[in-house]
């Protein structure tokens, strides 16, 4: 089994910052693409940003040039900096993860994170 931790979030005035992070832990080979998620109420879960293991970049329209994820694969885990953040962004983040188990896998697991939430006051 596979969790996935996130950490960071919190209150924050319109203009300011925020470091999100998720950790992975249990039985990983390799994580392959890693990303950011969000949901706010009554809204569908979007895609904030993603890596893959390379250290390839997507970022949705709305947060280019604000926001910037990264990894670190010795410590399995993921970030976003959130700079010029926007009233608009208040969400609950979550990370999301595809774990390949084992070596000898040639699949790879889908996990999600409990969430973290993030509001933006104006």
């Known amino acids: 089994q596979v969790q996935l931790v996130e950490s960071g979030g919190g209150l924050v005035q319109a203009g300011g910052s925020l470091r999100l992070s998720c950790a992975a832990s249990?039985?990983?080979?390799?994580?392959?693409?890693m990303g950011w998620y969000r949901q706010s109420p009554g809204k569908q879960r979007e895609l904030v940003a993603q890596?893959?293991?390379?250290?390839?970049?997507n970022y949705a329209d709305s947060v280019k040039g604000r926001f910037t994820i990264s990894r670190d694969n010795a410590k399995n885990a993921v970030y976003l900096q959130m700079n010029s953040l926007e009233p608009e962004d208040t969400a609950v983040y979550y990370c999301?993860?595809?774990?390949?188990?084992?070596?000898?896998?040639?699949?790879?697991?889908?996990?999600w994170g409990q969430g973290t939430q993030v509001t933006v006051s104006s």
């Open positions: 999301r993860a595809a774990v390949r188990p084992f070596r000898s896998s040639d699949y790879a697991n889908d996990y």
């Open positions: 249990g039985s990983i080979f390799s994580l392959n693409v």
């Open positions: 890596i893959t293991s390379a250290g390839s970049t």
